[in-house]
């Protein structure tokens, strides 16, 4: 791959794509085999987000401890940055269609055993701990198929819209999960939420049975490597994310992103309960409120052209800093709603711009390996979300939050000035 400097990816934006509006807009959709992983994900994201919701009230209803919601996300995140690398060797070298397959399978049965638990009494933060355990190297596993498999289902001139389309219906999940979760929470128990994302976890697998398993697109037009083995797969991998400039990159500042803005969400029960004295209805519409944020975010990144998308993502990352400064430092539960929208645009912005440009510059040989790694950035929020647990018990959820949200500001101004690689990213 040549230099960042000489070379752009080949993608082509919404806006230069055939037709009317809203058929540039939804081009990807045209394409049978993307709309069936859509429909698909819709349905995971939405389990997930009512996961995020209903497994951090229990927790802290249980102990009442922003330790405990820290030690959670971390049983979560370990598994998830041990067996993503594995994942990335799986999706580079197995049908993706299977892994992605299996991994819905389970996270249908594991819902199913937490909503018998729940609905019997027996439910205890032991269960939720080895859930988020099992769960964690199961989603790691099957994340860099899950998103690498869209590059091989659609052309180079749909692929920005086709990302920018499956993050639009994950902040989608992002409205109606919590929502829906909130909502039967606050009417009917746990077990109801959990029967449901049973439910959804099982209806996807329906979606995802009638994708093809073979690759129908290319980029680079060179043929996959020769198999190795496992380890030396995985090593390649790695070899080839630390040795290429713009891959590097795009990782590291990537991280330093997501462990400064993403852990407030585990926190975000405690936060509700002891900051703005509200409870898990409330939390579900402040959730809502990021997902509305976050679709209009998404939407915007469809339409974006490839010019100056590294630096585009560096002044969306600040936003997202400030932004949760001042959500730290609100007490208001409806000043709070508003600066919700802008936190959830910010995030949506940077994970669908982070995965156009990654996706873009990635070797077809080493996509699944690189997608991997890039989503071992879930595994790293949990690891954030536990240590922000742990200053939040000390300090207070407030500075610990906005204390983080700081660095990362500080951190960005390092990599506007010292990374030129980064701002040069097209």
Sequence with gaps: ?????????????????????????????????????????????????????????????????????????????????????????L?????????????????????????????????????LMISAVLQGAVNSVMMPARQSIISELVGRERLMNAIGMNTSGQNLMQLAGPALAGVLLATTNPAAVFWVMGGMYALAVTFTVRIPAKPLFAYDGRARGPRRGGLRDLVEGMRYVAQDPPIRTLIIVNFIIVLATQPYQMMLAGFVKEVLGKGAAEQGVLLTFTGIGALAGSFVVASL?????????????????????AFASSRNYHLTMAIMLIVGATQATRMSLGQVLIQSYSQDEFRGRVMAV???????????????????????????????????????VFVTAFMPRMRQLQ
């Design 1 to 89: 791959m040549a230099a960042v400097d000489d070379a752009r990816p080949a993608t082509v934006t919404a806006g230069e794509l055939p037709g009317g509006y809203f058929a540039r807009r939804f081009a990807s959709l045209s394409n049978a085999h993307f709309r069936l992983l859509f429909l698909g994900n819709l349905l995971q994201f939405g389990s997930m987000q009512m996961q995020q919701l209903v497994r951090s009230f229990l927790v802290f209803q249980m102990t009442g401890s922003f330790a405990y919601l820290g030690a959670v996300a971390m049983a979560n995140a370990v598994p998830g940055l041990l067996f993503a690398p594995v994942g990335g060797v």
């Design 305 to 325: 052209g490839e010019r100056n998308r590294g630096r585009i993502l560096l002044i969306v990352a600040a936003v997202a800093g400030v932004s949760l400064i």
């Design 91 to 127: 999706a580079d070298r197995a049908p993706k269609k299977t892994i992605i397959q299996l991994g819905q399978g389970y996270n249908a049965i594991n819902a199913a055993i937490l909503a018998v638990l729940a609905g019997t009494g027996l439910l205890r933060i032991e269960h």
């Design 374 to 412: 890039w989503f071992m950035q879930f595994s790293l929020v949990q690891v954030g979300t536990f240590l922000v647990g742990i200053l939040s018990e000390a300090l207070g959820p407030q500075l610990a939050i906005g204390g983080l949200a700081g660095t990362m500001l500080i951190a960005l």
